[in-house]
């Protein structure tokens, strides 16, 4: 889901909170880590309960005149020296104890939390890449890396959140009841100031959670502006257009500024009425105390650890409150990953699928309709049966549905209607891997990886080896420009491969093709966007990848398809005519009127011309 533009309903703090429980399967792997954790916590919680009285004995045993207490009295006696260095090593070994558990207890719960996440990133990943062209097409890529790497550590985030609330939760018990044995009255003065903690939480979930979505949209907005721009660089420098793009980063970026401003003040306030709140109820605490010490009620040494406590009270009630905002900040970017998580695939494979054997190559669309999303009549009752090993070529004017029918072929989608069938077997009974396994697509824009030029062949056949992987360059025609490369098959690529021509790319991709050795091969305009010299060399490498495999070749210049056995030609969806070129010449329909077309375009027949030497 991409994010909701400014406008819609805001998220409700009940609708965030309905996404916990989904948590729980990504913490079943590690939950002996996170029993660690939650003993580490639990023992931290009791240190913490026990650092005030090293100091409450000083007051009262060494600079008083009272006895020390049970064991320390036995062991000890009334030694005021012993007694003073046994309460300031006792002081320091809590501190270090304290601080040794929380060390153990933050390695325990990174290693937990960066596995869950990596679960959690990993599943997301897998499902993104599973969803249909048409989901990709609707969304930004910048929003999907930011659902993928940024909102998906949310998971880990509020797992690691629980163990230190529960910490406060438990010291704040603990302080609570050694409080009220201590002196019941002031602990329950203590406790005048849990109604308006509680109505400030409310408040928060009323008045803040609500922008905080709003606020990460602008972001991920800003965020797409980037990524759209580093992948259109070429444009924006040829059209001198780069002060606008900066302009329009710029722009959305002050109001993303604005708003994230706005949000931290309110945030802050928030904080700062906690803080203010907290501060009242330890000032009115010690007030109270102080009266009864001076009436004889408490001991000095009691009222010290008793505002120790109220303050050890008061510090985790703050850090709930600023847990709380947190945790709603983690719970909706949980929320975005868990929508994309739940977006639907529409391919969805059979429990029951079957492997496909190695294909012989017979292909058949029976009576397949398809529309996409918004659109009717992609695709109507196409029929078109296709032998094994035959050329079939696809013609037909911009969007007659070339492109979609092949995509149904591998399905990238599934027909509304009709069904594919491959060697007699409808596709959507055989397993994904299996059927894509038998097919090699060279596409019109030649796709490659970032790494080297020998990784990018190997894409075909991931276990190929060094020989092969030059065999099928050279098989391509692609082995002398590489060799003429400083670092050969090593030559790392840059992004999409840029550094590489068109028609040396192009080269690249029908190696990997020719390494993948498919039995069925789709070719969608490889050599409309090179030159034709460049185009003999393809068409060479291409008409030898051809051989014994069953072929779909989609152009639109129609003299690179004149030998096919088959084409079929499409407009609005429909198979208007199907046959060879003589055929359909001789027919006098769509076909021939495409054909006269280009021959009376003098650039085009100039370029066929010399493609076909």
Not at 220 to 241: C, D, G, H, P, Y
Not at 462 to 471: E, N, P, Q, R, S
Not at 552 to 563: C, G, K, P, V, Y
């Amino acid at each position: 889901m991409t994010p909701p533009p400014v406008g819609t309903p805001p998220v409700t703090a009940r609708e965030l909170w309905s996404y916990l429980p989904r948590v729980r399967p990504y913490m079943g792997p590690y939950r002996k880590l996170l029993a660690l954790v939650v003993l580490l916590t639990t023992l931290t919680a009791a240190v913490a309960l026990a650092e005030p009285w090293p100091l409450a004995m000083v007051v009262d045993t060494v600079l008083g005149n009272h006895r020390p207490l049970g064991l320390v009295d036995r062991l000890i006696g009334e030694d005021k020296t012993a007694l003073l260095v046994f309460a300031v090593g006792l002081a320091f070994g809590l501190q270090v104890l304290g601080n040794a558990l929380t060390v153990l207890s933050n390695y325990v719960g990174a290693k937990a939390e960066q596995n869950m996440i990596l679960d959690f990133r990993s599943e997301i990943f897998q499902h993104v890449q599973s969803l249909s062209p048409s989901f990709h097409d609707e969304r930004r890529t910048g929003e999907l890396m930011a659902r993928i790497n940024y909102e998906a550590a949310a998971i880990g985030n509020i797992v690691m959140i629980f163990p230190p609330l529960a910490q406060s939760v438990l010291t704040l018990v603990g302080m609570f009841v050694i409080a009220f044995l201590i002196d019941w009255v002031l602990a329950l003065v203590a406790l005048g100031i849990l109604p308006l903690i509680y109505w400030s939480l409310g408040l928060y979930s009323k008045r803040i959670i609500p922008r905080l979505r709003e606020v990460q949209s602008l972001e991920w907005q800003s965020l797409s502006i980037v990524n759209e721009a580093m992948t259109m660089l070429r444009v924006i420098v040829s059209f001198r257009r780069e002060g606008h793009e900066h302009r329009k980063f710029r722009d959305q970026g002050q109001t993303a500024v604005n708003a994230r401003v706005a949000l931290t003040m309110r945030q802050t306030l928030f904080s700062l009425g906690v803080n203010t709140t907290t501060a009242l109820g330890t000032s009115v605490v010690f007030g109270v105390g102080a009266w009864r010490v001076m009436h004889g009620d408490l001991r000095t040494g009691e009222l010290l650890v008793l505002m120790s406590y109220i303050a050890a009270v008061y510090q985790p009630l703050e850090q709930i409150s600023t847990t709380w905002g947190t945790l709603n900040q983690e719970l909706i970017m949980l929320r975005g990953s868990m929508l994309l998580l739940d977006q639907e695939t529409e391919v969805v494979e059979r429990a029951d699928a079957r492997t496909l054997a190695p294909a012989q190559g017979a292909v058949a669309f029976e009576r397949v309709s398809f529309s996409y999303p918004g659109r009717r009549g992609t695709l109507v009752g196409v029929d078109v049966q296709v032998e094994p090993g035959q050329r079939v070529a696809v013609v037909g004017p911009t969007g007659a549905g070339k492109t979609t029918l092949m995509s149904l072929l591998l399905r990238l989608y599934d027909p509304h209607a009709g069904r594919v069938l491959v060697d007699g077997v409808d596709i959507r009974e055989l397993t994904l891997d299996s059927l894509r396994g038998q097919v090699s697509v060279v596409m019109q824009d030649p796709m490659l990886f970032s790494g080297t030029i020998a990784d990018n062949i190997r894409y075909g056949r991931l276990a190929a080896t060094g020989a092969d992987v030059v065999a099928a360059a050279r098989a391509a025609n692609a082995h002398d420009f590489v060799m003429r490369l400083a670092h050969g098959y090593d030559t790392v690529l840059g992004e999409r491969g840029a550094q590489l021509s068109g028609g040396e790319r192009q080269r690249i991709c029908v190696a990997r093709a020719f390494l993948k050795d498919a039995p069925i091969l789709i070719l969608d305009e490889p050599t409309s966007s090179i030159d034709s010299r460049t185009e003999r060399v393809i068409i060479d490498s291409l008409q030898q990848l051809m051989e014994g495999r069953t072929t779909f070749i989609i152009a639109h210049r129609l003299s690179t398809i004149r030998r096919a056995d088959l084409i079929v030609v499409l407009d609005h969806g429909r198979v208007v005519e199907q046959g060879t070129h003589e055929e359909l010449l001789r027919h006098g329909g769509l076909y021939s009127e495409l054909h006269e077309a280009q021959a009376d375009d003098p650039l085009a027949a100039a370029l066929d011309a010399e493609a076909m030497g």
